[in-house]
């Protein structure tokens, strides 16, 4: 196993997390099936560009970025990567793939790969040889990898940040719960009394990419609703979603105050501000307290858990997947592919996973055995994020039309009008059913 030793690693510019990150990847060797490598020949002059979302946790920049300078140690071919906003990749990526024209490849989120299949070079023969060496691909990377239908991959999942029910347990255990409870009932009773408290549950009904999809998604299907049926016929106005809608006119009232403009980052903030006490975030909430001597008490009385299962028959969640993409305009797809290939191999995926301190959780079988999954009690339950049986667009074929609705946010807002007094629940079922059957009849 090839490890980056701590004179490279500080040659390489990595921070001291970053630099422990490598090494703990060396205490918990990844274990390998043996698999032919594609070897296409890369290029004369091969140069990459790379747009990848903005890091929640520094070292997740650090690491990769140093993965892509030994890829050019290697190679010889020189790698840009530029990191960008998490509202911002979505547009950048339709930018891309509509002018033919920007970067080689693309690491944008969950079914983007979907929207634009035929802008992509399939990458099957790399998915296929990383698959058998590294135990398969879990089952929510194949649902966002391969295109509806076929065993064709147009995309590669780098991972999935999960968004449990992140919550102060002194609160929780004062308001008379051990644990968060699994059905509706229970779990408004909870926030009822949060609220009486003065210690709020706070919940992103804005157009965030993570907090407000994961929890417009987690309301509907917890009551059994969804957004298109196995066929892909718009199913989203039915008794089920108008159930989950009238719940939330209940459960809205004992949110934080400002959720229906809350972003990404707001509820982290809230949160660390004691401004909110239970909510959905990935890890970094957690070590972002856990880091900070002011903030670090709050991390000690923090606790994670799955949301609330309520008529599913699991935790109704889908996690927020990385995915990487290979365009048709690049010059240079055979040092692409050997670039994401390299980058999945376990000398240097199990670092940055291990940079990620759990943020990131891993799409191949093999990763489970990582050491991040062991480094924190409390990181733990994110390990299985990419086996969730549930996905964007869910219970639908991932297309471009289920990847558009995410985009426009139609679940979202469907919650945030009724949370607002704007509409109806029946109202606003009937609105996303408009909405949503524009892109479906495409």
């Given at each position: 196993?090839?490890?980056?030793?701590?004179?490279a690693?500080?040659?390489?510019?990595?921070?001291?997390?970053?630099?422990?990150?490598?090494?703990?990847?060396?205490?918990?060797?990844?274990?390998?099936?043996?698999?032919?490598?594609?070897?296409?020949?890369?290029?004369?002059?091969?140069?990459?560009?790379?747009?990848?979302?903005v890091?929640?946790?520094?070292?997740?920049?650090?690491?990769?970025?140093?993965?892509?300078?030994?890829?050019?140690?290697?190679?010889?071919?020189?790698?840009?990567?530029?990191?960008?906003?998490?509202?911002?990749?979505?547009?950048?990526?339709?930018?891309?793939?509509?002018?033919?024209?920007?970067?080689?490849?693309?690491?944008?989120?969950?079914?983007?790969?979907?929207?634009?299949?035929?802008?992509?070079v399939?990458?099957t023969?790399?998915?296929?040889?990383?698959?058998?060496?590294?135990?398969?691909?879990?089952?929510?990377?194949?649902?966002?990898?391969?295109?509806?239908?076929?065993?064709?991959?147009?995309?590669?999942?780098?991972?999935?940040?999960?968004?449990?029910?992140?919550?102060?347990?002194?609160?929780?255990?004062?308001?008379?719960?051990?644990?968060?409870?699994?059905?509706?009932?229970?779990?408004?009773?909870?926030?009822?009394?949060?609220?009486?408290?003065?210690?709020?549950?706070?919940?992103?009904?804005?157009?965030?990419?993570?907090?407000?999809?994961?929890?417009?998604?987690?309301?509907?299907?917890?009551?059994?609703?969804?957004?298109?049926?196995?066929?892909?016929?718009?199913?989203?106005?039915?008794?089920?979603?108008i159930?989950?809608?009238?719940?939330?006119?209940?459960?809205?009232?004992?949110?934080?105050?400002?959720?229906?403009?809350?972003?990404?980052?707001?509820?982290?903030r809230?949160?660390?501000?004691?401004?909110?006490?239970?909510?959905?975030?990935?890890?970094?909430?957690?070590?972002?307290?856990?880091?900070?001597?002011?903030?670090?008490?709050?991390?000690?009385?923090?606790?994670?858990?799955?949301?609330?299962?309520?008529v599913?028959?699991?935790?109704?969640?889908?996690?927020?997947?990385?995915?990487?993409?290979?365009?048709?305009?690049?010059?240079?797809?055979?040092?692409?592919?050997?670039?994401?290939?390299?980058?999945?191999?376990h000398?240097?995926?199990?670092?940055?996973?291990?940079?990620?301190?759990?943020?990131w959780?891993?799409?191949?079988?093999?990763?489970?055995?990582?050491?991040?999954?062991?480094?924190?009690?409390?990181?733990?339950?994110?390990?299985?994020?990419?086996k969730?049986?549930?996905?964007?667009?869910?219970?639908?074929?991932?297309?471009?039309?289920t990847?558009?609705?995410?985009?426009?946010?139609?679940?979202?807002?469907?919650?945030?009008?009724?949370a607002?007094?704007?509409?109806?629940?029946?109202?606003?079922?009937?609105?996303?059913?408009?909405?949503?059957?524009?892109?479906?009849?495409?």
């Open positions: 196993m090839q490890i980056i030793h701590r004179r690693a500080l040659k390489l510019g990595l921070s001291a997390a970053a630099l422990a990150a490598t090494q703990a990847s060396a205490q918990a060797p990844i274990a390998t099936a043996p698999a032919t490598a594609p070897s296409p020949a890369i290029e004369n002059g091969a140069t990459l560009r790379m747009l990848r979302p890091r929640f946790v520094q070292p997740d920049e650090e690491v990769f970025r140093a993965n892509a300078a030994k890829f050019t140690q290697k190679t010889g071919v020189q790698v840009r990567i530029d990191f960008v906003g998490w509202e911002d990749i979505t547009q950048q990526t339709a930018v891309t793939a509509n002018t033919g024209a920007g970067p080689d490849m693309i690491i944008g989120f969950g079914d983007a790969p979907h929207i634009y299949a035929d802008k992509l399939e990458t023969d790399v998915a296929e040889y990383l698959g058998q060496r590294y135990g398969g691909w879990l089952a929510l990377a194949q649902k966002y990898g391969k295109r509806h239908g076929t065993n064709n991959w147009i995309g590669l999942p780098f991972g999935a940040s999960s968004g449990p029910t992140v919550y102060r347990k002194s609160a929780v255990n004062a308001a008379g719960f051990n644990a968060i409870p699994e059905d509706h009932a229970g779990f408004l009773d909870l926030c009822k009394k949060l609220k009486v408290a003065n210690k709020p549950a706070g919940y992103a009904l804005g157009n965030a990419v993570g907090d407000g999809n994961g929890f417009a998604n987690w309301l509907v299907w917890s009551h059994g609703g969804y957004l298109v049926d196995e066929e892909g016929k718009v199913a989203i106005n039915s008794k089920e979603t159930a989950s809608l009238n719940y939330l006119k209940e459960l809205y009232p004992t949110f934080a105050q400002g959720t229906l403009a809350w972003g990404d980052i707001s509820n982290n809230a949160y660390a501000a004691n401004e909110c006490w239970m909510t959905s975030n990935g890890v970094s909430l957690y070590f972002s307290l856990k880091n900070d001597p002011a903030t670090a008490p709050i991390a000690a009385d923090t606790e994670h858990q799955l949301l609330p299962k309520g599913a028959a699991g935790a109704p969640m889908a996690g927020l997947t990385l995915n990487a993409m290979l365009f048709k305009h690049s010059r240079y797809p055979n040092a692409s592919k050997a670039f994401l290939q390299f980058m999945l191999e000398e240097q995926y199990d670092p940055w996973l291990n940079a990620n301190l759990g943020y959780a891993h799409p191949l079988a093999n990763y489970g055995t990582s050491a991040v999954w062991t480094s924190d009690p409390k990181v733990e339950i994110f390990r299985d994020t990419m969730s049986q549930f996905w964007n667009g869910y219970k639908g074929p991932l297309s471009e039309a990847g558009a609705a995410t985009a426009d946010y139609v679940m979202v807002q469907m919650c945030a009008a009724v607002s007094g704007q509409s109806t629940p029946e109202a606003a079922a009937r609105e996303a059913e408009r909405r949503a059957r524009r892109y479906f009849r495409r």
